[in-house]
């Protein structure tokens, strides 16, 4: 007669794939929050920045929980603060890089 399985050995492959899934995509995930957070509680007037939507402004004003951004000479718009992803120079970095020079 086959012996079963003890219940520590029946739950330790959950267990594992647990300690995956968080070491994976639960942990940098928080860490990046953690990050953009930060970065937009940084955030001042006359940052260069870009926003989800990929428009690229200069802030004028700040509330908070609103931005207000020049898009263009004269042009302004009032945007939600967390909707800022970006600085404009870390993404001409980041684009930099990646062409390989």
């Known amino acids: 007669m086959a012996q079963q399985p003890s219940s520590l050995e029946m739950f330790l492959p959950f267990i594992a794939i ?8 639960i942990r940098p995930q928080s860490k990046r929050l953690k990050e953009q957070e930060s970065f937009v ?4 007037r006359g940052d260069a920045v870009v926003t989800a939507s990929g428009i690229l402004g200069t802030i ?3 509330a908070d929980q609103f931005v ?24 001409l970095e980041g684009k930099e890089k990646g062409k390989g020079n």
């Open 18 to 25: 647990f300690v995956i899934f968080y070491f994976l995509i």
């Open 41 to 44: 509680g940084q955030l001042k």
């Open 60 to 62: 004028d004003g700040i």
């Open 68 to 91: 207000t951004l020049e898009i263009a000479q004269g042009v302004k718009i009032k945007m939600l603060r967390k909707q800022i992803t970006g600085s404009q120079a870390k993404m």
